[in-house]
């Protein structure tokens, strides 16, 4: 079955705009920040031509020989330029050395936060492919992109295979372990600046978002297994209408409760697309990291 493409609002849309004005409050603040580093510059080398021209007016007037002031002003400006270019050079230099000491220290935050984050993505990996796989297939405890569609779902609602997980069902273990996962995700967000890897921001913010937006479908899949409608379980009724289902079904021809699942289909796909981004781009920092401290960091994963 052919799963269409679900246009969800973007509820978020308010924490987007307060990203966008946290940048341009950066943005101003740097650009403040190189503003007064120029005048400081300008203030030295100001500073410096006025002790230079101090210091040969006290060799004119301590020396028996004579000078005139074109010989001062001569010594005092080849002195002047030299000095200038040495403190370009030098300002040049620390720039570059602090530019590189906040990539460095942007880095070490976001390897640190992966530490805690890469078991729980191991987790959550397991229980969402226990939740969209069939119980007579094998399930690929480590696949990050899987297709799949909501027959494929028809299982969701069993008890999950890990020891870990006793006494609880495939479905639930699987939002305890996104929300957890979302956690994660925020404290890096919140807790890192990020200047030069703001393309795993966006992966986070992604998973953040798919996260946020699908809770609700989520929640009231998982709330079908408890409930009832006259004297059937809602449960059971789910279950006949994915059996039931067509192979060219779409989402707006759906019963309001099988919308739902194509919702939380739709809410696994978006995770998958931002988790995929996020491994590919913290494999790349974890190298340069690798590479720096002279360590290897990067573990042997079985992600597909």
């Not at 798919?210 to 449960?235: C, D, F, H, P, W």
Request: glycine share 4%; hydrophobic share 40%; aromatic share 8%.
């Amino acid at each position: 079955m052919k799963i269409p493409e679900i246009k969800v609002p973007d509820i978020v849309g308010k924490i987007r705009e307060s990203d966008k004005l946290n940048l341009k409050r950066i943005e101003r603040s740097d650009s403040a920040e190189k503003i007064y580093e120029s005048k400081l510059l300008l203030i030295s080398v100001f500073a410096i031509m006025l002790y230079i021209f101090v210091a040969w007016l006290l060799i004119k007037f301590s020396s028996s020989e004579p000078l005139n002031l074109l010989d001062i002003i001569k010594g005092s400006l080849g002195s002047v330029f030299a000095l200038f270019f040495a403190v370009i050079i030098l300002d040049t230099i620390n720039a570059r050395n602090n530019k590189r000491k906040r990539k460095r220290d942007e880095r070490r935050a976001v390897v640190r936060h992966n530490k805690i984050i890469q078991p729980v993505i191991d987790m959550y990996l397991v229980r969402k492919n226990m939740v969209i796989t069939l119980n007579d297939k094998t399930i690929k405890k480590f696949q990050v992109k899987s297709v799949f569609t909501i027959k494929d779902m028809k299982d969701m609602y069993g008890p999950s295979e890990l020891i870990s997980d006793v006494g609880k069902s495939k479905i639930e273990v699987y939002s305890f372990y996104q929300d957890k996962l979302h956690d994660m995700f925020t404290h890096l967000v919140e807790d890192v600046d990020f200047n030069t890897y703001s393309d795993l921001c966006d992966a986070a913010m992604n998973y953040i978002n798919a996260t946020s937006y699908g809770a609700s479908a989520l929640e009231a899949v998982i709330g079908y297994q408890n409930s009832m409608t006259g004297t059937k379980s809602m449960r059971s009724v789910v279950l006949n209408m994915i059996r039931d289902e067509p192979e060219n079904g779409k989402f707006i021809d759906a019963p309001a409760a099988l919308k739902n699942v194509y919702l939380v289909h739709q809410l696994i796909k978006d995770q998958e697309a931002a988790l995929e981004k996020y491994l590919e781009l913290i494999k790349d920092i974890l190298r340069e990291n690798e590479k720096e401290m002279g360590k290897d960091l990067l573990s042997e994963s079985d992600y597909e």
